[in-house]
């Protein structure tokens, strides 16, 4: 089992909608979450970090379940620009930091 | 420099041919990691450096791959006898403990 696991999607939704990634992570031990928007032939650059408990910036929203180990990105009111590839990274303990392959998102007019 | 410098940008080489790729991490960063991504793939981890630990090269795909970190600063990754498999963009990002890793601009290397 991979350390982090995201679903590919692609979600496709349109403008305006509002839209919800989730990623787990296996490691108990991790403590900084992260998430990351990736453009196609750019190198991923980061989004927002994740808190305990949970935080906003705009539109986005994460959020973090310890309990299930999942984290969460949610983006309200989706515009074209939002189109990319999500990704989310865990870290902490011993283990090297882990990015997730990534969630791809469309919004179409 | 501010942020994440990696050179070449771009690099075509013959099949067979040795490449050296180069990463210029953020000042004072002790983490640095090298990643690889095909076109349309998530990030395949490579090797990850800390501070003055041992790297870990557990996603070094052979033994044609290898990395060095000199003076905990700039990175040069290596690819010997370079294969068309190993087309793809590499990247490397720095970061200081746990907090978020800054991502350099990638090499995109093609092998003919």
């Known amino acids: 089992r991979k350390e982090v696991e995201q679903d590919p999607g692609p979600f496709n939704v349109p403008e305006g909608a509002t839209v919800a990634f989730n990623c787990t992570y296996s490691n108990s031990a991790s403590q900084s979450f992260f998430w990351y928007r990736q453009d196609c032939r750019k190198e991923p650059k980061l989004l927002m970090s994740v808190y305990s408990s949970g935080n906003e910036d705009g539109r986005f929203t994460a959020q973090l379940n310890r309990a299930s180990q999942y984290i969460s990105l949610l983006i309200r009111d989706s515009k074209l620009s939002d189109s990319a590839t999500y990704l989310c990274r865990a870290s902490g303990g011993s283990y090297i930091p882990t990015f997730g392959r990534g969630t791809s998102l469309i919004v179409h007019p | 420099g501010a942020g994440v410098s990696q050179s070449p940008s771009n690099k075509v080489t013959e099949k067979g041919k040795d490449v050296e790729l180069r990463c210029d991490p953020i000042s004072g960063h002790t983490a640095l990691y090298w990643y690889r991504q095909s076109l349309g793939q998530g990030l395949e981890f490579l090797i990850y450096?800390?501070?003055?630990?041992?790297?870990?090269k557990s996603g070094l795909p052979s033994d044609r791959f290898s990395a060095e970190r000199t003076g905990g600063s700039v990175s040069t990754l290596t690819i010997q006898r370079t294969q068309q498999e190993d087309s793809a963009v590499y990247l490397c990002a720095s970061s200081s403990g746990n907090s978020e890793a800054f991502f350099g601009q990638g090499t995109r290397l093609t092998v003919v």
């Open positions: 450096f800390q501070g003055n630990s041992a790297p870990d």
